[in-house]
């Protein structure tokens, strides 16, 4: 069984920064894709950005791109996301995922629990 916990969720202001560690529980650790999702309250969970297996590949959705990047450590087996401008839309429990599916989707087969990030006007 893969599991994933995240952590460094928190309150910021807005034009801040935080980074999201996700630990993965596996030695296949490289053979999955990751990914970040979140959901804000009474919005429908949407995806937010992924990296391959490999590293090699990156996608994101636009309203990130330019200021979250993605990136993976194999040795840790760990997935960061470091977010710089914060702004009080991005505000969701962040939820970390792997899966076989490129780019990743809701069907990934692999879920955190999810870190929640505020950020305040």
């Known amino acids: 069984q893969v599991q994933l916990v995240e952590s460094g969720g928190g309150t910021v202001q807005a034009g801040g920064s935080l980074r999201l560690s996700c630990a993965v529980s596996?030695?296949?650790?490289?053979?999955?894709?990751m990914g970040w999702f979140r959901q804000a309250p009474g919005k429908e969970r949407e995806f937010v950005i992924g990296?391959?297996?490999?590293?090699?590949?990156?996608y994101s959705t636009d309203s990130v791109k330019g200021r979250f990047t993605i990136s993976r450590d194999s040795a840790k087996n760990t997935v960061f996301l470091q977010m710089n401008s914060l702004k009080p839309e991005d505000t969701a429990v962040y939820y970390c995922?792997?899966?076989?599916?490129?780019?990743?989707?809701?069907?990934?087969?692999?879920w955190g629990q999810g870190t929640q990030v505020t950020v305040s006007s």
């Open positions: 995922a792997a899966g076989d599916r490129w780019p990743l989707d809701g069907s990934s087969r692999y």
């Open positions: 596996t030695r296949t650790f490289g053979y999955y894709n």
């Open positions: 990296i391959t297996w490999n590293g090699g590949g990156v």
